[in-house]
């Protein structure tokens, strides 16, 4: 995308979602960047709120992850619901981002909590869980109905696509019926 300041064009990289958050061509916009340097290029990566740069940040201190990486993470979940997966230890939410396997996804369950200081025990931060709908402890339907699906063998754009319109209405039988069903419509 590219972003012009005081008549200099900037070539800012964003998510999708941020993207289509910005607007059309020539609306005014407030993104706020992260001036990431290596020897070889520096590159601007622009974020629609303050808590997917720190988040975007927090991720790029983890082992292994770059800034295509994070910010694919942060193109499949919110900072919110990254919260809540971390508290969740839901991994089979993290394989749903493109290039995560098993074994960094466990890697990151560990290294994110302390980074995006989640807290023990399952406690979620209020915000986070009135978001949600969801009681801090409970484990969401919707993290039960993607670990099925991939137990199945279904590949991360099948769940992710079958999930993302379900309301999370707690009953996690009903809920993988639905998603089978949208599964199979799709074929």
Request: hydrophobic share 50%.
């Amino acid at each position: 995308m590219l972003i012009e300041v005081a008549g200099i064009g900037y070539v800012v990289v964003v998510s999708p979602t941020t993207a289509v958050a910005l607007g059309d061509v020539g609306d005014e916009a407030f993104v706020w960047v992260h001036h990431h340097v290596r020897e070889d290029a520096e590159t601007l990566y622009g974020f629609g709120t303050r808590d997917e740069k720190v988040t975007f940040e927090a991720l790029l201190g983890a082992h292994g992850v770059g800034p295509s990486m994070a910010l694919a993470i942060l193109s499949v979940h919110a900072p919110a619901a990254l919260v809540r997966i971390l508290a969740d230890d839901d991994v089979a939410a993290l394989c749903l981002v493109p290039g995560v396997g098993k074994k960094t996804a466990a890697r990151l369950l560990v290294e994110l909590k302390s980074r995006l200081d989640v807290p023990d025990g399952n406690v979620v931060p209020a915000a986070t869980t009135a978001a949600s709908g969801a009681l801090p402890s409970e484990r969401t339907a919707t993290a039960d109905v993607r670990e099925a699906l991939a137990g199945l063998g279904y590949a991360p754009d099948e769940i992710r696509a079958a999930t993302a319109e379900l309301a999370d209405d707690g009953d996690a039988s009903a809920m993988l019926r639905r998603a089978l069903q949208r599964l199979a419509s799709a074929r």
